[in-house]
């Protein structure tokens, strides 16, 4: 088996926090993917919830920062120190709870997140948004939502875990 090599998590926490700053100082706009993905949603779905404002729009910048989140993932994987290994592993705590056959692992994880998309584009926001610009702004509400996330994350684990 490959050793697999990744940028160390300060690093990519730079990046983004880096990218969160220029975004905000170009755009006057926070960081968030829910609403790029509610422009993904507008493509293949006729309800109204999706066409409303600039999401209905076939060319909209949020459309393009998520569309460029693969490419930024390739970019880093070609960029890391080691071989580019193409892999749906978590880890192995994971992996013992994931089916087997790749391409189950593969579905089960885009349900997954078609289901943590949809919702958080329901809810009207995403953890990424909250988490990442709202508690660096020091909004409040984000803030007690990333807690929530945190905590909810960490009992279903134990949850998962604890059944499996």
């Known amino acids: ?3 697999v090599i990744v940028w160390e998590g300060w690093v990519g926490g730079l990046v983004i ?4 700053l220029f975004q905000w100082l170009v755009t006057g706009k926070t960081l968030g993917v829910s609403s790029g993905y509610n422009s993904v949603c507008s493509m293949v779905s006729k309800t109204d919830y999706f066409h409303k404002g600039i999401f209905g729009e076939a060319n909209n910048w949020k ?3 998520i569309l460029g989140l693969p490419l930024g993932g390739f970019l880093s994987a070609v960029t890391s120190p080691g071989d580019v290994v193409m892999s749906f592993s978590l880890g192995e705590m994971y992996d013992s709870v994931f089916p087997e056959s790749l391409w189950a692992k593969g579905g089960v994880l885009l349900l997954g997140g078609i289901m943590i998309g949809y919702g958080s584009r329901m809810a009207g926001g995403c953890p990424s948004g909250h988490s990442i610009a709202g508690m660096s702004m020091l909004n409040p509400p984000s803030i007690l939502a990333s807690v929530g996330f945190f905590v909810g994350g960490i009992i279903m684990v134990q949850v998962l875990f604890g059944i499996l």
């Open 1 to 3: 088996m490959t050793e």
């Open 17 to 20: 926090g880096a990218y969160l």
């Open 63 to 65: 459309l393009w920062f």
